[in-house]
């Protein structure tokens, strides 16, 4: 745990030394503005402008995977269906057919600003997004909505969950196991999936690939990131506070 720490503090004490060259930047516009601002909201304005520039390197340096929206009272959870990244000096975002759509959108993020925009040049079939960062965390991440209760909820994707094999799923039944339960379920074809457990159960779903991850995005679910395959079980996880760990084990009989 010592040598994590450590890790972190270097880390951190590096983007803070970095930042640091900013004041030398700055201090033209010190010798103008201190006969309007008190010296201590200029140390203020620095101080701030330095650590919130060392977080959003913290959230660019990662890939955010959907968890759920609710809003401050908790009344109500839904599926987030999205994914984030930062590629190439702007916000990737890609989500699915009926929740944001199936096209990648492309975000901005003003120098030194915790508001995220997608789509500011935005049409009817491209509505614009916009989000506030309002928390980061080593493995989450929390957006709201200007002017709403509303936030989202996103997990941080490890590199381990990465997979470039090319898994076939469409069509297949598997016993679906994890820590909470055991189930059947049936993706029938590649809109609809089955389970089991409810007769009346029915849900759409969708697979898409994003920067070598592997999801699938049951309608009202979490995401299932797709790790691996050996033999006829798939290895699978949800990213939680505590992750979940699924196991897809292949059926050779219809049980439909």
């Known amino acids: 745990m010592k040598r994590k720490g450590n890790k972190k503090i270097k880390k951190f004490g590096s983007c803070l030394?970095?930042?640091?060259?900013?004041i030398y930047t700055l201090r033209a516009i010190y010798k103008t503005v201190t006969t309007h601002l008190k010296k201590s909201l200029y140390i203020s304005i620095i101080i701030g402008i330095i650590f919130t520039s060392c977080k959003n390197d913290g959230l660019k340096d990662n890939i955010w995977i959907g968890e759920y929206t609710t809003n401050d009272a908790r009344e109500?959870?839904?599926?987030e269906e999205n994914i984030i990244s930062f590629e190439n000096g702007q916000w990737v975002a890609k989500g699915v057919l009926l929740n944001y759509g199936e096209d990648t959108r492309y975000g901005e993020q003003?120098?030194?600003s915790n508001q995220i925009v997608f789509n500011e040049d935005w049409t009817e079939e491209n509505?614009?997004?916009?989000?506030?960062?309002?928390?980061?965390s080593k493995d989450s991440l929390v957006l709201r909505t200007p002017n709403s209760d509303n936030f989202h909820v996103y997990r941080k994707l490890p590199e381990t969950a990465k997979s470039t094999k090319n898994i076939k799923i469409s069509g297949k039944q598997y016993v679906w196991r994890n820590r909470h339960f055991t189930d059947t379920i049936y993706f029938k074809d590649d809109f609809e999936v089955l389970r089991k457990s409810s007769e009346r159960y029915s849900s759409p779903w969708?697979?898409?690939?994003?920067?070598e991850?592997?999801?699938?995005?049951v309608y009202g679910d979490v995401p299932y990131v797709i790790q691996n395959k050996i033999g006829?079980?798939?290895f699978a996880?949800?990213?939680?506070?505590?992750?979940i760990e699924h196991k897809f084990i292949e059926l050779s009989d219809n049980v439909w």
């Open 206 to 211: 969708q697979r898409i690939k994003f920067l």
């Open 232 to 234: 006829d079980t798939i």
């Open 110 to 112: 003003k120098i030194f």
């Open 76 to 79: 109500y959870y839904f599926a």
């Open 237 to 243: 996880k949800t990213f939680h506070k505590e992750n």
């Open 213 to 217: 991850y592997n999801i699938i995005f």
């Open 17 to 22: 030394t970095e930042k640091l060259s900013l």
């Open 127 to 136: 509505p614009i997004e916009i989000y506030n960062i309002q928390t980061i």
